[in-house]
Structure formats: C-alpha cells, structure tokens
C-alpha cells in the first residue's frame, strides 16, 4: 500500500517541501505563518505508532521548522501540536503566533474564517521555508 496524503490535508493545504520520508505543509490561511509535517507513512495515526528513528526524525524536523518559523515571520510563540480529531493521519502542526493575531491568546481552530493566501503571498512563505531548510 503507498502513502497517500489525506483528501483534508490536499485540500487545506499547498505543498511547501518533499523530503524523503516526510511532506512540509502550509495551511492556505494568511491570518497565521502555520504549516503542518506529515510523515509519509501508510497507515499511521499516532506518533508513538512511528519507529523510534522515525519519531526522533518527526521530533527534530518539527523543532528546525519552529526555529524557521521563528525566524522568517517573527513569531514569538510556536504552538507544535498533533491532534487528529478531524483527520486520523498523523501530522503535526506548527504554527507561528503573535499577540497581534486575531485568534491570540486562544487556539487558532475556530476562531476567525480562513482567510486564503495571494499567490505571491504563497511564492514568499514557501521559499522562506525551502530556503531555511536548504541552507541547513
């Protein structure tokens, strides 16, 4: 059986980068620099259904992805988490915030409509993101 991504997560979101063994993410909602890892693994719902290596993987990847969004956004808090009530494939948000954001200080589900991104908006978020992850 292959990887597949979730109908939800293609919907939702624009691909931002394809590693080997994970899928970088960016949710099409300007309000918030918020991307989403997914490990391009077949059938997993948890983090603890990964191998240690894998999780250890998805770990790290999540925190350079932190310190990125951090460091291309001004972000003054990262929120990393990985819920999957909606959708059962395991992915892990990561998500910049500022008090200045209109869902601060609660969580941005549900808060405000999603506003979609300008493609240039797109152009600018996505090679911020490659070009952190490149240099690395």
């Not at 394809?18 to 997993?44: C, G, H, N, R, T």
């Not at 770990?59 to 999957?84: P, Q, R």
């Not at 200045?100 to 979609?116: E, M, Y």
Request: proline share 6%; charged share 20%.
């Amino acid at each position: 059986m292959a990887f597949e991504l979730h109908p939800q997560l293609a919907a939702d979101t624009i691909l931002v980068r394809e590693e080997s063994d994970l899928l970088l993410l960016m949710m099409d909602d300007a309000q918030y620099p918020w991307f989403i890892v997914v490990p391009k693994q077949v059938q997993i719902t948890e983090w603890h259904d990964l191998d240690q290596a894998m999780q250890i993987r998805l770990h790290l990847y999540c925190v350079e992805l932190g310190k990125a969004v951090t460091a291309a956004f001004g972000s003054t808090k990262i929120n990393t988490a990985a819920l999957g009530n909606m959708v059962s494939q395991l992915h892990v948000h990561v998500i910049g915030r500022r008090q200045q954001d209109p869902a601060w200080p609660k969580p941005v589900w549900g808060q405000a409509p999603r506003i979609p991104m300008e493609q240039e908006e797109i152009k600018t978020r996505t090679h911020s993101l490659n070009q952190y992850f490149s240099g690395r």
